[in-house]
């Protein structure tokens, strides 16, 4: 019996819960009708052609491409639509922003930093580049809410560095680091060091303005993160700055990455970034609101649950709620949270392939059986207050239960 | 979060994660023991009721509980129904593996549930024995595979936290302010 199988036995037992609320906006999320609309005449009615090729379908592609290039400009403050490279998601455009660089520098063995709270599309090239290409990576240790602090940071920055590369917005535990302030004292240790940001967790909740940031010179995006289709990732570079990509084949509208481009996906990310930026106030008002509804409706009924993350709202991303339900395990909780129509994801080892917890919870000093327990929730401007009203109750209900059974509250 | 696996669960251990049998303590039990620890993310406490019939040694009940994932509990709540009515030397026999088939299968990264589940009944068996003071000659003196399992992975938290070792900790606040709208 394949896996196949036993998945559709397992779904036809799990059944459909009367209410579902998708909180595991982190690892793929859910495309409104107005975005799948955007993309359909992009399949096979128009612009489903090659945007290098001298044809009508492929001149609306690629007009459509630099459409979307030019909203992206716009919204981000950049200086022009070429500093734009589409990938096929936010993994490939941090991978090209570090690989990509390293293989530019090869030759140099120079410095790559990263914080050690990076999404491991950012590590595992970096670590890569270590093996492969001879750079030596360093990672910057952050404090108990996953800050990078600027003086730390610059301790690990010399002459020899050639790349930095610190995330806007934790994707875990939503903790905002202040990019202005590092890029700068990056910059003031060594001017030649290329920053990068992945800021696909800030884009649609932060401002993020590329004419004042005016010392970062790579950044990435991911449209899932933003209610856009699965499939597009963005890297902006800032003019003058030389890459090399590290996929090979046909270049076409890209110079960075071969391959024929996803149109249709591009639109729908387009439409995305309409819809977030349309209201942009307004929408993260939305998520903070519902975010703040969701974890003190859960602190209040929930006993021994910790906050992992920024304190500070003003400091933690808008819609980001990291939270440690003591004496339970994760992936249990995630597992029957699905039973009863609420979906979410856990830093646990248990679903991980090493059966070790989230990197980014060890860093700011969790413990394994904190980290364990972990359960990240990401709100937006489609859920609504009874969502968040019936995933308190659930989360309560299905801590309960699965508290009922641990050994482990007899134990304290 | 950390590297991925699918992890396709039967429906079997499903419907034992959602309905488990014989979960809670057991106040008048023989033996208690438990395997896993809490930093393993994975641990399992059985209780288990003995008595002599017939020149056995049987189980008449057997309870747990469980901190684990869903194929945690569920491997947990099917040993006790498997133990249930056998004499502790059939439930000696109880491997892994029969667990993992017993629940339809279970993905090779949660094997080490089952093999927890195993360590625990082995564990208390011995233990049930140790109090008495009499060793069955069936009971061997060597450690069986899920024994070792079991003890290896209590183990692997100081492996874990050695990783760590160079992780510096800095004390919170003193950074800037968060670029924000």
């Known amino acids: 019996m394949g896996p196949g199988v036993s998945v559709r036995e397992l779904l036809e037992l799990h059944g459909r819960p009367p209410r579902e609320v998708y909180f595991d906006l982190e690892n793929s999320g859910y495309v409104p009708p107005e975005v799948v609309n955007e993309m359909l005449p992009y399949f096979n009615s128009v612009g489903y052609g090659h945007p290098s090729i001298t044809h009508k379908p492929g001149w609306e592609a690629y007009e459509a491409i630099y459409r979307t290039k030019e909203l992206l400009r716009q919204v981000l403050g950049a200086g022009g639509i070429e500093e734009f490279a589409f990938t096929h998601s936010g993994t490939e455009a941090n991978n090209l922003a570090v690989l990509g660089l390293a293989l530019a520098r090869r030759g140099t063995r120079g410095k790559i930093v990263v914080s050690a709270i990076e999404h491991l599309s950012v590590i595992h090239p970096a670590e890569a580049a270590e093996s492969l290409l001879g750079f030596k990576v360093v990672r910057v240790p952050v404090d108990s809410e996953g800050f990078v602090l600027p003086e730390v940071l610059q301790e690990f920055v010399d002459r020899s560095t050639v790349l930095v590369s610190i995330q806007f917005v934790n994707h875990e535990i939503g903790t905002v680091q202040n990019i202005e302030e590092l890029s700068k004292v990056v910059k003031e240790v060594n001017p030649e060091v290329v920053f990068h940001t992945d800021a696909a967790d800030a884009f649609g909740r932060l401002r993020i303005d590329l004419g004042r940031l005016r010392n970062v010179d790579m950044l990435t995006l991911s449209s899932h993160k933003i209610h856009g289709p699965r499939g597009v990732g963005v890297l902006y570079v800032r003019e003058g700055i030389r890459l090399e990509p590290i996929l090979r084949g046909q270049l076409s509208a890209e110079r960075l990455w071969p391959g024929v481009e996803n149109v249709p996906l591009i639109v729908g990310f387009r439409k995305a970034v309409e819809l977030a930026f349309s209201d942009f106030e307004g929408n993260v008002s939305r998520m903070r609101s519902l975010r703040d509804r969701l974890v003190d409706g859960i602190l209040s009924r929930v006993p021994d649950v910790l906050v992992n993350g920024p304190r500070d709202p003003a400091r933690r991303a808008p819609d980001n709620a990291n939270l440690s339900f003591l004496y339970v395990e994760g992936e249990a909780l995630t597992v029957e949270l699905s039973m009863r129509g609420v979906y979410v994801s856990s830093g646990s080892a248990c679903t991980s392939r090493i059966l070790e917890p989230s990197h980014v919870l060890l860093a700011i000093g969790r413990k394994h059986e904190e980290a364990h327990g972990s359960i990240l929730f990401k709100t937006s401007r489609y859920h609504t207050e009874e969502d968040i009203d019936y995933a308190v109750e659930t989360v309560t209900g299905a801590a309960e239960r699965l508290r009922k059974l641990s050994p482990l509250r007899r134990d304290r | ?181």
């Open chain 2, 1 to 181: 979060m950390s590297t991925r696996i699918p992890l396709p669960y039967t429906a079997k251990v499903l419907e034992l994660f959602r309905n488990p049998k014989n979960a809670g303590p057991m106040e008048d039990a023989d033996v208690v023991e438990t395997a896993g620890s809490p930093a393993c993310g994975d641990m399992i406490r059985l209780y288990l009721k003995v008595s002599r019939r017939s020149g056995e040694d049987v189980v008449e009940r057997a309870t747990f509980e469980s901190y684990g994932c869903a194929a945690n509990i569920a491997a947990a709540s099917i040993l006790t129904e498997m133990v249930t009515g056998k004499s502790l030397r059939e439930a000696w026999a109880i491997s892994w593996k029969d667990i993992a088939d017993e629940l339809g299968g279970l993905p090779p990264i949660k094997y080490h549930c089952s093999i927890l589940a195993v360590g625990a009944l082995k564990r208390a068996i011995r233990s049930y024995y140790a109090k008495l003071g009499r060793e069955p000659d069936w009971l061997p003196k060597d450690l069986t595979i899920e024994e070792r399992q079991t003890l290896e992975e209590e183990r692997m938290l100081e492996r874990l936290y050695s990783g760590y070792s160079i992780r510096i900790t800095i004390p919170r606040g003193g950074g800037g302010e968060g670029t924000r709208p």
